[in-house]
């Protein structure tokens, strides 16, 4: 062999070891160890400063110490960063545990982040470690993790500001802290099921909404988040009647002031500076909000519907499924598309209940749409319900990061309906297909859906049923 080829080859090993060991060092988290000597700080001591804790009762406005409730309500913007920050949560499944705080980042952005951790009459600065979540459908922000690993000593964080490695690092009493939520990993949990509704916008849908959540109490779920930009004054009414009840969580949700949102899925149907009014990041935050209060949580619209076939509730319906596909699963539904255009009567001897109490109810009455397109398995046509447990990560479709995956199920044990406007369509009326599953609720459900709407004034008191 020719000394020069040797050279190659020898070159060509040093190459690979160098690369390998890299990928070693990378993948070992030995760059991403907070609190570790090895941890270059900006600004900082090499090891997170430790400061007395000036204040450790809150809030305490008063002193310029801001404690935020961790409601996007109170989004936070990142001085000297295009970062905004949504919520924090102790993240119990990292190790070492970590402090995740849900944020949205200018995705090209390359400011270094630093966490500001109170915990236990402590108080910590060391650099944060982001992450940008793939899914970002090449919108300018992404939704990002910023994560604040746990130093030695702090177990009980309770306080998080994130702030720019580049910015003065100035008194710690005019921070604004996110509360850290999830502090304990609950093993029993006050709801079985948590739907998650992302971004209502603009929503005048009264009927169907009022619906949708009956029938989702139908199925067992017992609580509803609802990420709310804007709505109707006859739509804010059924939401403060279920607020009041406890089925819903109103999460106000108006990232206008700070953001250009999308109202589209891809930039070129709608430029903006995020996805489709944020809604991966409320997605995200929904997870670990519901992660130790719901055995399940379902993350679906309130125009989609997912209805057992064999059975009547999803309490049942989780029964089968882990049985057949396994637990902890995220378990996906396929979407079956409900043109409102086409409102058909459905085949005898089935009739259509009486409804025209509800004629003068702004939006679609479900019970009316019971054709549906010809189903089609492409890759995003589901939705999903999952343990949030072991799931890290979701998007608009499934999971991105999660201990075991989804899985597809049988459309004979459950399906989803998605009962909406179709815009222009490829079927003709003769090749939809009929679906009647809905009219086995609907002796229940017209009843129901009517004392919701006569409390909240919606139909008058004497009314008929
Ligand atoms: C942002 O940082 C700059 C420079 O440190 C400072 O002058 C300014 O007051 C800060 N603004 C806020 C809102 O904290
Ligand atoms: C809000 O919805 C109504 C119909 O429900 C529509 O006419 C209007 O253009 C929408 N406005 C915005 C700002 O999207
Ligand atoms: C929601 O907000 C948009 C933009 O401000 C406005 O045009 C629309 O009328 C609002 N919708 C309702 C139902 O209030
Ligand atoms: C939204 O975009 C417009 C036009 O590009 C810009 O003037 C405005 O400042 C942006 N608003 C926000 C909140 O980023
Ligand atoms: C609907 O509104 C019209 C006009 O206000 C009224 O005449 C009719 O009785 C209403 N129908 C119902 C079922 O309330």
């Known amino acids: 062999m020719s000394p020069m080829r040797l050279k190659w080859i020898y070159s060509g090993v040093l190459a690979v070891f160098c690369l390998t060991a890299a990928v070693w060092i990378f993948r070992s988290g030995r760059m991403l160890q907070a609190g570790s000597q090895t941890y270059p700080l900006v600004k900082l001591s090499v090891k997170p400063s430790v400061r ?57 952005e390359k400011v270094t ?35 604040c690993p746990l130093p030695s000593g702090c177990e009980t964080p309770t306080h998080v500001a994130i702030t720019s490695a580049d910015m003065e690092n ?57 990420y709310k930009t804007n709505c109707s004054a006859d739509t804010q009414r059924v939401l403060d009647y279920y607020t009041e009840k406890g089925l819903v969580e109103v999460i106000p949700w ?5 953001l250009n949102v999308s109202r589209r899925a891809l930039p070129k149907q709608d430029p903006g500076d995020i996805h489709y009014f944020g809604q991966i990041p409320a997605l995200n935050d929904c997870l670990y909000r519901y992660m130790y209060r719901s055995k399940y949580v379902a993350m679906h619209d309130p125009d989609e519907l ?17 049985k057949r596909y396994g637990a902890d699963k995220c ?16 085949p005898p001897p089935q009739t259509l209940p009486q409804q025209d109490q509800w004629q003068n109810i702004s939006g679609v009455n479900i019970l009316n749409h019971l054709y549906k397109e010809p189903p089609k398995r492409v890759f995003n046509n589901f939705k999903i319900i999952t343990n949030p447990r072991s799931v890290s990560t979701v998007t608009v479709h499934g999971v991105l990061k999660s201990q075991r995956g989804c899985t597809w199920t049988d459309k004979n044990i459950a399906r989803m309906y998605h009962i909406k406007p179709r815009g ?11 679906d009647g599953r809905l009219l086995s609720y609907s002796a229940h459900l017209a009843p129901a859906v009517d004392v919701v709407l006569r409390d909240t004034g919606l139909l008058p008191e004497d009314s008929l049923s």
Not at 254 to 258: A, E
Not at 306 to 322: D, G, K
């Open 424 to 434: 222009q369509t490829e079927w003709k009326p003769e090749q939809l297909i009929y």
């Open 113 to 147: 982040l630093q966490c500001n951790l109170v915990c236990e009459e402590k108080f910590y600065v060391f650099k944060a470690a982001t992450e940008i979540h793939g899914d970002h459908f090449g919108f300018p922000y992404g939704t990002a993790d910023i994560s």
């Open 254 to 258: 108006s990232l206008s002031k700070y």
């Open 331 to 346: 378990y996906m539904f396929e979407n079956n598309w409900v043109p409102i255009e086409f409102a058909l009567t459905p």
């Open 52 to 108: 007395p804790y000036v204040k450790p009762t809150v809030p305490q406005n008063t002193s310029g110490f801001t404690v935020l409730k961790g409601e996007p309500a109170s989004l936070v913007e990142v001085n000297g960063s295009r970062t905004l920050l949504i919520s924090a949560y102790l993240e119990h499944r990292a190790k070492p545990k970590k402090v995740l705080v849900i944020a949205m980042r200018l995705r090209n």
């Open 170 to 226: 100035g008194d710690p009493n005019d921070l604004k802290f996110l509360e850290v939520r999830n502090q304990r990993a609950q093993t029993s949990f006050p709801y079985t099921f948590t739907s998650c509704f992302s971004t209502m916008y603009n929503f005048t849908n009264v009927l169907q909404l009022v619906q949708s959540l009956e029938m989702l109490q139908f199925m067992g779920v017992n609580r509803v988040a609802i």
């Open 306 to 322: 997912i209805l057992p076939q064999s059975v009547n509730s999803w309490v049942e319906l989780l029964l089968l499924l882990e």
